[in-house]
């Protein structure tokens, strides 16, 4: 066999000496050079030319019948269509079957005997044309290749076009019109880039006469009324239809009924309550009443007077138009992030300060963090250690404490204590020896004003200094300069004594306003301006103390302000009312609150910002503290982002009061409350 296999191909390949690798490198690749075209031998040409015209009588012997009938059946005269026409489906429906298809007069086309591995071993040495036949499934036949279509093989399979007379580098041309263009480059005459006398002349003798009145603007002609046919039909515009539908009456319901359900009859007790209401007040304009049958109902008295006022309405009441609009609800919802995600922010109780016998108005935490001092009814002024809870020092005085607040700068750890009619300036004796000592100096000190409104006397209890400002009226509101040195006292009463600025180095004090702007309601230093916030009832006003002006005056709609706290940052501010709401004010935007928050079911005392975290609080007297995550962006575009995160039942309400103040602690999360139940609660 390897021997009749060795001579078959000796005979096909005369020149490859009968080698059976080079019959296969011959078949995949005809040309062994890859960078040369594919170009047949003359002599290999003559061989398969040779080759195909005895394919060509073979086909022909061997098929010639198959073919007749093909050409009588085909659709076309011009070539022979497919003899398998079963269409585009699968060939395997037909794998157990004795036949592949059906013919185009629908007859079966009986499956050929494909032979076992002997046959086609002996096709491969005995039909010289074996190497380039190829298996048709569909027609269940054995197609040889031509040498054109041998050929077009071997090209596609060196990655040549399959076509000869193809060129893949013809010329192009593109046409365009002629552009004309400039051929000289001659040089730009110097009246191109000198201004011309002439024109200069000209337009001088223009300004001249429009100057005299000479030259005078044309008058314009009044434009004269358009009129339009009123009885006119024959209008391109047809005139707008102002004609709306009167309103439909609502069907009859239940009640309406002549044997209504029994929950619909009214009780005794409801007809007289019904007959002493009024008659805009009433569900129905009858009382439902049960018949056994529809026979039994009596006429209806009112009818007439019903019909007539429906026809008043429809005759007098106004109409408009109002269009509906199909919105989501779910898009009106703002997508806020998780209260998870925007932790830290305060939670739970973490320490409860407990001592005061009477409520507990007013509290300050110094600015280190680890003091809080409080204020009571019971009129006396405790200082607490932050962390451990400990009761650290008592003061007592004449009066109910109105006010405390600690100074906020380190070296001076000096409280300011409002009462009726005085201001007490008190040494805590919380900081070091050096800072004790500069603190002795500045309250031991003697005042050179002589105002006979407001006196500053130094005094000593118990060993440490004082300083007893007499101010002659009853201050509800302090409020320190960032650097310690001024501290603001906000008075109750609408005098021009109200608002006063005491400098506590040197003893002195300024009545910033001659006139009253009002019930000022609380003070306050910008936090990095030269700006001084007055709030009053309905109002807050911005004053620039360098250039002693009002900068901005801005409106709450709320009723009455109880609180304001201004952003660290400075640009932003929160003001608390009486009426329930906290209003957010961005004053770089307007002069009306940004948003509006009501979520408080009672008067809002207190808010405040955090100094070093994006939250603030407010204290409701619900006895409810709600925390709330406020981001305000550097980019003036993007809108400060405001979440509620958090509601903590803080204190127990007396005598209707709740929480009567809450601060933040100055480097921590932590937030500080008061309330009427005598405690003092940290919360973190």
Known sequence: VSKARDKDHK???????????HVLDHAEDSDGDGNKEYQGDQDEEEEIDQDDEEDGDLIKDSSSDEAENLAELSDSEDEVGEKNRIGNVPLEWYDDEDHIGYSVTGEKIMRKSQGDGIDDFLSRTDDPNRWRTIYD?????????SKEEMDIVHRIRQGKFPSRGFDPYADYTVRSEPILESLHNATAPKRSFIPSKHEEKLVAR???????GWIRKPEQEPEKPKAYLIWDTDSSKPLPQYHIPAPKVKPPGHAESYNPPPEYLPTEEEKAKWALEHPDDRPYNFTPMKHDSLREVSGYDSFIKERFERCLDLYLCPRARRKRLNVDPETLIPK????????????????????????????SSSPCGQWLASGSDDKTVRIWEVNTGRCVSVYAFEEIIDVVSWNPNHATPILAVATAGKVTLMHTGTGTAAYEAEVDAILSQQSDEE??????????????????????KRMKSLAWHPKGDYLAAAGSDSTALSVQIHRVTRCRTHVPFSKSKGFVQQVAFHPNKPFFFVVT?????????????MVKKMTCPARWISSISIHPAGDNLIVGSYDCRVCWYDMDLSTRPYKTLKYHKKAVRQVDFSKTYPIFASGSDNGKLHIFHGKVFDDLLTNPMIVPVKIINAHDPVDGLGILDCEYHPNQPWIFSSGADTTIKLFG
Request: hydrophobic share 30%; glycine share 4%.
């Open 137 to 145: 499934k569909l027609n269940d036949e054995k197609v040889v290749l």
């Open 537 to 549: 009832k309905r109002h807050i006003r911005v004053y620039n103390l360098v250039k002693q002006e």
């Open 451 to 472: 105002n006979p409104r407001i006196s500053w006397s130094p005094n000593n209890v118990d060993g440490k200094s004082r300083m007893i400002i007499d101010v002659k």
């Open 336 to 363: 806020l992030p998780k209260p998870e995600t925007l932790k830290p922010y305060p939670t739970e109780c973490m320490i409860t300060y407990e001592g005061h016998e009477e409520k507990v108005r007013t509290i």
């Open 206 to 212: 223009m300004v001249r006469a429009i100057r005299n």
């Open 11 to 21: 005979d096909q390949f005369p020149e490859l000496g009968g080698d059976e690798d």
